[in-house]
């Protein structure tokens, strides 16, 4: 998950560019969905990529335009599997 604030809390300088210039995502990240705040004060966006090398690339052509914050994220069914109890009755890992 991206969590990108506009830089002055201007939006309008992103929007332009993506319309002239598209996402500009290097080939490997996939952009899923986004989300923008009601005041344009921040968007909210779903990435996926295997090599985090892409997603630094695509933050350096935006970065003078927005701040960014990366969390990584997984889907509720992955958690899932990830916290199943381990034969001894803990989540996986903690065993």
Not at 54 to 81: C, G, K
């Amino acid at each position: 998950m991206v969590v990108e604030r506009f830089r002055d809390g201007n939006a309008r300088p992103v929007y332009e560019r993506a319309r002239e210039q598209g996402r500009m995502l290097p080939p490997g990240l996939r952009y899923v969905d986004s989300w923008v705040e009601a005041g344009f004060g921040r968007c909210f966006q779903l990435m996926e990529c295997d090599d985090l090398t892409l997603l630094a690339a695509w933050i350096a052509r935006w970065a003078d335009l927005v701040e960014f914050e990366v969390i990584p994220v997984m889907t509720s069914a992955q958690a899932s599997t990830v916290l199943q109890p381990d034969t001894d009755g803990l989540p996986a890992g903690q065993g």
